[in-house]
């Protein structure tokens, strides 16, 4: 992360956004990653170690992390997602 007092600018941020959003669709079925971490995380939860609060929030919030992502992207095929990459770096 940047201190707070470096200028950025959207035209840093976005392709950097853009190089995660299609490096991302490379690594696999995003789509899929919400309920593979609920799989995850309930298995997780029957154990011992999962019986800690704070582990418990920081597992929610990766799933809700997961599930924005993939709801804000849901309606964009994998191609339209890595063309609109692709025109956000080479700009």
């Not at 299609?22 to 029957?46: H, K, M, N, V």
Request: net charge negative; with cysteine; charged share 25%.
């Amino acid at each position: 992360m940047q201190k707070e007092n470096q200028n950025t600018s959207h035209h840093d941020v976005m392709p950097s956004v853009a190089r995660f959003l299609s490096a991302l669709c490379l690594e696999g079925d995003f789509r899929e990653q919400p309920e593979y971490l609920t799989e995850i995380f309930e298995s997780i939860l029957e154990t011992e170690i999962g019986d800690n609060i704070d582990l418990r929030t920081k597992m929610m919030g990766c799933i809700k992390t997961s599930r924005m992502l993939a709801k804000s992207l849901e309606s964009f095929s994998d191609k339209q997602i890595q063309e609109a990459c692709n025109t956000v770096i080479s700009t």
